[in-house]
């Protein structure tokens, strides 16, 4: 089938099966290769995009229901200001990343955070991050990364800290 959708701002079209896994179309057919083909089965968060405003697992979306859906997948939200806030706020909060995870751990902060601008409740914090397996990085240094990310936005939107 031929499927239609909206991809990092560009409209495109691609040829494939109804049942090939999002992933697979975007690492295959398009060489976005930010998010990572790990567990195929929804537990690792490694293979994570936006997908219609909400972090999906992309291994868990069949090509069928990629139809007239907009995706962004962590190149395109390298591009932003959003992102830069994200790096910063890892510095700030000392956390230091090998990357295979990054797909999963960065946009599911930036979900939170357009969420809940001002998050405050570690235990919330916690829960969101929950579907990521990261190995590097102790969850607890992942809220403060978030909490870092707040401020930081907060500051650069409205010259306030969160
Ligand atoms: S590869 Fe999709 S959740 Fe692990
Ligand atoms: S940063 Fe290495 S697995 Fe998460």
Do not use: W
Not at 1 to 14: A, D, S, W
Not at 21 to 43: Q, Y
Not at 95 to 100: A, D, E, L, S
């Amino acid at each position: 089938m031929t499927i239609g959708f909206t991809l990092n701002q560009e409209k495109v079209t691609v040829h494939t099966a109804p049942d090939t896994r999002l992933i697979d179309i975007l690492r295959e057919r398009f060489s976005l290769t930010c998010a990572k083909s790990g567990c195929l089965t929804g537990c690792c968060g490694a293979c994570s995009v936006i997908f219609n405003d909400n972090v999906v697992k992309s291994c868990l979306i069949p090509g069928f229901r990629v139809q007239d859906s907009t995706i962004i997948t962590l190149e395109g939200f390298a591009k932003t200001e959003a992102y830069q806030d994200i790096i910063k706020g890892f510095a700030e909060a000392g956390v230091v990343t090998c990357g295979y995870c990054d797909s999963g751990k960065i946009l599911t902060m930036e979900t939170i955070l357009t969420k809940k601008p001002r998050p405050s409740a570690r235990k919330d914090i916690l829960a969101e991050l929950r579907g990521i397996r990261c190995r590097c990085t102790e969850p607890e240094s992942l809220v403060a990364a978030v909490l870092a990310i707040a401020d930081i936005r907060q500051r650069r939107l409205y010259g306030r800290s969160a």
